[in-house]
């Protein structure tokens, strides 16, 4: 009995010590790039619905930005349709598009609207084409070639996501974008969510990952960047410091920056409660890119 | 010149006209079952967006639930999975659910999104998992039968629908309901249709169908009834004057009124503005089962 | 039968055709100057009523401010005082502000009230004294002569009008000032349009005359001008095409303009639904005076 | 300089006086029939305006309702048409209506309206007509004549009066109705002030008249009655202690009441500040009719 | 730095736990009375401000009532005036309930708002008389004897509270009344506690005090009842099953319940975190009395 | 009869002459310093409250600051703690400071709660600790002495003082502050208010003194200043025109204009209703020191 009691008071503890972290971000929005191995993993899964309940719970706002690049995949396969890639972004003509589509706003989307519901939040799976929230274009790639309906985003309107975020909803938003002339648009998700998060000003921007961070050497952990700044972002990939698979990720990174979210930062999805790790520690986990003062 | 001008003026006089439809109606909470031919033929197609947009437009509140039965035949069917149905309902194993759902809530929603969104009008594909708006459980049959994840709608949530038609956004509403264990259910859209309009007390529930109206005689679209109270249809159903596939209808037309919607149309979807003839004219066209007097 | 539909169809097109110009003037605040033959003809008057209705129902803010300078001559004659003109303009001593103010704020303004309140529309008839709406002073004729209590506005307060607007009546505004010392003035109508037009940033002014627009030509209608900017409008008084009994009329355009409306019509109200043709048709009909670029 | 300062602070006491009182009615409607000597003498009008504005000013909500009848004879008789009177009531044909609500609408109230503004209180002048404030139909007389266009309250529409209160403008009602087909009444303006505050649920309706209240005797100003509740009146009037020209005043007050008025006052409008005496001294003046109990 | 993380993630999970209590409690008043050694003990001090800290960061809407009689006798004390008691209660002439008020709201309320502006919490300190928020009457002893200033709540105005609560302050509330002629009244804290939920309506009142609970036997902890329905309350006090000094305290619970509170806890004050540990606990600690069924 | 009657009529006219002054301040912000005399006489004392509760309830925003020095010393007095001036500047140790907080937050702010409350307005005490509205740090003297826990205002933060003004209650402030780290702060009382009413933006500081207003010789009343602008109180600072005692009124009154308030009052609080005279009579009375055009 009485061990029982001290074991709970260890656990108001750990409540109180949340406190000053709750102060600071309440109000606040936060964008969460949702997959990797955060989507696939049953536990991971469950623990990332858990970690966005307790952000709305304790006052903040969170947005929620999913991918689904294997999910696609294994319909256009079950569907006989080969997934080509150029340079590992996917070729995407009229009905690769409208598969992803499916997948995506309808799917995923909406499967994990049915998880957040699950643990007492009001969630609204979105996309793109809704409210028109993101308007887009034909992509190119770096190398200037069309790659078919990926889409470039022209233009977010925020005023479906603000009615929710006003009205209490999370918003869970697909990354497929419209053209105004009924042509669909798969949108790379971290790009996507790197759009909205920066039309909301969010004060964060959080990408789920399968690496630890940003690493300077990316076979060492131990390489890790805690905090960088953007022009040490810039510098870091012209100098090659930063290459390979990691530049996408910084670039995304310099590019919330620059559409005024306050900081981004790369976390290891495969760790549970990263998301909760992120806000309640005082160094954060991960790496956190901003140009903001650290306090 | 002089001949244009008259064409013009005779136009205005036919907005003119409009007037105590428009006086009379305005603020009207009116769900829009769409299905059937509508769905398939692009020139009606066009026809109803345009309508629900103009009733947008003059003050009304329109709200969409669609179907989309062929869609997921014919998604079912490239998967090389096998329609089956009992006295013609679905038989829906998980996975037909959930291939349900992608057609519903990913494809078909989200482009009707897009068009009515292409004339100016704010929409959201929303389905029953956004905001737990229809939480359903397992629909037996007449005869009693289990045909699996077919939805019965034990309860709406006009949360999400108030919100959105609060801040003045067109709800386009797929069938597809879940129960709170993580299932997702297919539900019959006439169905969903009136539990909506039920839940959200509208003045007008349509149902766009194949039919001119309800028939004495099925196979002449002379013997429509124009008007029917909840008593005549209950009793045209009993003495057999309804019968065949016309008693599904008639009864979710009952069903609508019991849910509190004030009168419940059915019209012939086969008809360019089939909605607007319904608002605009003095005695409107197809069926309407009401108990209001009508004026 | 089947012919009644198809008529029935073609109106429903005409209402869909103006689904573009109603989602282009949303919201717009539009003046209403009042006057000449549509305020004597009963068709005209009707027709005038109706488009200032339908104005309201699609979404609309209407404002009339209506004349009378017959009305008032004609009480004058039967009370036995001649009226006085000097080139064109009321001589306008007490007596007569005070027929004047009768005739127009007792009379005229009611009479429109309830013709609006006939077709469904809340309406409120106020003169320049409610609310203080225009405050005047004694207005000296080009030649500088002093015509007694004609009103130079010189303060439009907006307050009452707001308030009327954002509570949904259409205000119906008499031409009548105020002086702060307790003298009433008669204020020439299209002036008093304007200047309410210009105070409340309207969308558009609109001036029902008894001709066709601006001509260069007063006797030859085909002279007519469609659109003219600001500078058009100048240089069209300066080089003497814009000559006599025009000169005023295209002042007042000019003074709206620059007191901020967006457009200025000078449409003929002789013809039915002058109004909802100039909203409804891609080039409008009379002359429309602006400076935004045409779309 | 001593003695200026004394006179000063007595002042300052009269105003620490009225706190009891001003606590007592802040928020109140208070409905004002103004007719009688205090329309025609100019202290006593002075006196009204200023009585008015000072209720607004300590945060009550007073309405003003107006008489005119003098008026409206000296128009007809300047236009050479003879008032007709059967047992005192004006025979009222269509052209009588108009210009009674020429005076009425068009005169009386703009000037009111002046006065009200001309101390600081935003006022705005309406009739029956503005908003279908008040609906009427033939009032037939004791007798069952037809005396043509006299007004019988139907409706009264508060939604105008509640918007102007709301809106902090002091309302000024001209006692002029319609019967929703074109017809304009002349209404007795006791009559329309007892509609107008029991529709409103006003706390306090005054008549402000010639006589020093209701009296017993009535050339005997002693024998003034200072409270009485309904059953009183009743009794008076069937037992013949109110005869003749004061029968239709207790009528009103009863009237009122009836209609949802708290305490209705018959005030003599010759005494200087009677509004404010009646606010502001423990027993009031005049006469109170009410059936709540007096504190 | 693998363990650290482990043990961050246990903190994570910790927080997780939450949840369901979050969202169950999420908007409910929580009445705190606050009193014994948790206003004593440095460290209990500190953690009750924590607990009510993380309440109001979660969205709860804590309330604190102190108490304060050892300071109260400590200043009577320095200022040479003995304390007299009869019956345990506190004889309290003019000078005594002065001196009361100087300490409760002077000393121990403001004292009390610092701390909890002190992390980050908006408080304010009130009184009974501050809004007139506990209106009193001299409270007799159960004996019917008159203890001098001793306040009876006749009537709590919730209007400064509900200001203060919709503004998110965290009100504290000094049992401090007033009656109406300027005399001050001390109150027993317990009872101004469960006079003020009870108006509040609040979902729970928590009494901190210095034993485990309701004991059956006050000598032996294990004896403690954890949950009571009023009738049970009321016949443990009648069987004499609680006895002595239990018998006020669940008194006040019968009393909290009877004025609409939901659940009353008595709580161990000496625990750490015992408000927590009540909210955040299926069990809860301490005693629950309610005649809600419990979940 | 008639007298009295004639006595009561020139009683609303006194109300009616302060029609003009409550049209001109309704809606500002009053700060009244409240200490001197007027703090100890009892008909003072009932006159300011009186003052205060008109201030109300014609629509302005009173805000009372008090003071307490002579309660201060009285309660030292009694617990046999010497009290220290140098200079004038009481010496505030931990326990002075204590001392004061009780008298000023205790016992002083809730005695004039009571009487506002007495008199209908709805009045809360707070001190600078509650919602943290005063934040000081340690104010040395002019000679650069630290006197102790004196406060000097670092900031003020208006969000309680706004919440109270915009819910109609009428704030008390007691003028202790805090500094963050749990020391309480006895501040200057004309100095608190001063920093109050910039914060606020008051239209008017007024300071109830013991003198007749800001005198050129402090032995000649007639040697008053009316009116001071901030360059010439400055000079007459400079030259030695205003001497001793008078300096830091003076310096209060500048300190409060350079905070944006519009003008601050030196009123003689020795005579009845000074507040009242101050706003009711044309050129106020005791010396206006302002950099407004006077009007």
Same mark, same amino acid.
């Given at each position: 009995?009485?061990?029982?009691?001290?074991?709970?008071?260890?656990?108001?503890?750990?409540?109180?010590?949340?406190?000053?972290?709750?102060?600071?971000?309440?109000?606040?929005?936060?964008?969460?790039?949702?997959?990797?191995?955060?989507?696939?993993?049953?536990?991971?899964?469950?623990?990332?619905?858990?970690?966005?309940?307790? *952000?709305?719970?304790? @006052?903040?706002?969170?947005?929620? #930005?999913?991918?689904?690049? !294997?999910?696609? +995949? &294994? $319909? %256009? =396969?079950?569907?006989?349709?080969?997934?080509?890639?150029?340079?590992?972004?996917?070729?995407?003509?009229?009905?690769?598009?409208?598969?992803?589509?499916?997948?995506?706003?309808?799917?995923?989307?909406?499967?994990?609207?049915?998880?957040?519901?699950?643990?007492?939040?009001?969630?609204?799976?979105?996309?793109?084409?809704?409210?028109?929230?993101?308007?887009?274009?034909?992509? *190119?790639?770096?190398? @200037?070639?069309?790659?078919?309906? #990926?889409?470039?985003?022209? !233009?977010?309107? +925020? &005023? $479906? %996501? =603000?009615?929710?975020?006003?009205?209490?909803?999370?918003?869970?938003?697909?990354?497929?974008?419209?053209?105004?002339?009924?042509?669909?648009?798969?949108?790379?998700?971290?790009?996507?969510?790197?759009?909205?998060?920066?039309?909301?000003?969010?004060?964060?921007?959080?990408?789920?990952?399968?690496?630890?961070?940003?690493?300077?050497?990316?076979?060492?952990?131990?390489?890790? *960047?805690?905090?960088?700044?953007?022009?040490?972002?810039?510098?870091?990939?012209?100098?090659?410091?930063?290459?390979?698979?990691?530049?996408?990720?910084?670039?995304?990174?310099?590019?919330?920056?620059?559409?005024?979210?306050?900081?981004?930062?790369?976390?290891?999805?495969?760790?549970?409660?990263?998301?909760?790790?992120?806000?309640?520690?005082?160094?954060?986990?991960?790496?956190?890119?901003?140009?903001?003062?650290?306090?």
């Amino acid at each position: 009995m009485k061990h029982q009691m001290q074991t709970e008071i260890l656990k108001a503890e750990v409540l109180i010590e949340a406190i000053p972290y709750i102060r600071r971000f309440a109000g606040s929005i936060v964008v969460v790039k949702y997959g990797g191995s955060a989507m696939v993993d049953e536990n991971l899964k469950k623990s990332v619905i858990q970690d966005i309940a307790m *952000l709305k719970y304790i @006052g903040l706002k969170p947005v929620v #930005v999913h991918g689904g690049g !294997k999910e696609i +995949t &294994s $319909l %256009l =396969d079950r569907l006989g349709k080969k997934s080509e890639f150029l340079d590992g972004l996917r070729v995407t003509d009229e009905e690769t598009a409208q598969v992803a589509e499916m997948v995506l706003s309808g799917s995923i989307a909406k499967a994990l609207v049915d998880e957040l519901e699950g643990v007492g939040i009001k969630a609204v799976g979105i996309s793109g084409k809704d409210g028109r929230t993101m308007l887009c274009s034909r992509k *190119l790639d770096e190398k @200037g070639r069309d790659l078919g309906f #990926v889409g470039q985003i022209d !233009k977010v309107d +925020t &005023s $479906l %996501l =603000d009615t929710l975020l006003a009205n209490n909803f999370v918003p869970v938003v697909s990354p497929v974008g419209v053209d105004g002339k009924g042509n669909t648009y798969n949108i790379n998700a971290d790009y996507a969510a790197s759009a909205v998060a920066g039309a909301l000003s969010a004060q964060k921007l959080m990408f789920l990952t399968d690496v630890e961070g940003i690493l300077k050497d990316k076979d060492d952990p131990s390489s890790i *960047l805690r905090t960088l700044s953007k022009a040490q972002a810039l510098s870091y990939i012209a100098d090659g410091t930063v290459k390979g698979g990691m530049i996408p990720k910084v670039q995304c990174c310099i590019d919330g920056l620059e559409k005024g979210v306050e900081s981004v930062h790369v976390l290891d999805g495969r760790v549970s409660h990263a998301i909760l790790l992120e806000i309640f520690t005082t160094k954060g986990i991960g790496t956190m890119v901003t140009d903001k003062e650290i306090v």
